[in-house]
C-alpha cells in the first residue's frame, strides 16, 4: 500500500490515473482534485457510462409495469 509522507492512504484517481489521498483530509476522494471529480460527474451527466443491454423481444412478454408477466 502506497503512502504519503502523512501517512495517509494513496489510491490512484479513477479520472487520471495520479495519486489521490484517500482520506477525510481530500474533500474529493476518491478523485484527486474538483477537477477530476466534475469531469467524472459530467461522463455520468450526459450519461457516457451505460451498461450494454437488449430490449426484450416480445413486447407482449412483458406488463405495462414493466414487471415480467407468469
Do not use: Y
Not at 15 to 39: L, T, Y
Amino acid at each position: 500500500m502506497k503512502t504519503n509522507a502523512q501517512g495517509e492512504r494513496l489510491v490512484r484517481c479513477p479520472q487520471c490515473g495520479g495519486d489521490s489521498v484517500f482520506a477525510p483530509s481530500n474533500k474529493w476522494r476518491p478523485f484527486c482534485s474538483e477537477r477530476c471529480r466534475q469531469i467524472d460527474l459530467g461522463a455520468w451527466a450526459s450519461e457516457s457510462f451505460r451498461v450494454p443491454a437488449t430490449p426484450p423481444q416480445d413486447p407482449d412478454e412483458f406488463a405495462p409495469d414493466g414487471e415480467p408477466l407468469h
